[in-house]
């Protein structure tokens, strides 16, 4: 996906979160804006990465471990 796409993505979330009212500053909607989330989640898809409702776990330790 070229930056022009991940930029869309992301935009597209944030729009969606804004007119749901969800960031409660516009110190929270530019944080969203400038932070490239897909390059703090190898692996993922920048759709997973930006998506709000799914979490993509990074990193495990012995007690964030299953069971």
Not at 33 to 48: D, K, T
């Amino acid at each position: 996906m070229n930056k022009r796409d991940v930029n869309v993505v992301r935009s597209t979330i944030i729009a969606e979160l804004v007119a749901d009212g969800v960031p409660h500053t516009p110190a929270v909607t530019s944080a969203m804006r400038a932070v490239p989330r897909h390059l703090f989640a190898p692996g993922a898809s920048v759709e997973a990465a930006h998506s709000p409702f799914d979490l993509f776990v990074t990193k495990r330790d012995a007690c964030s471990g299953p069971p």
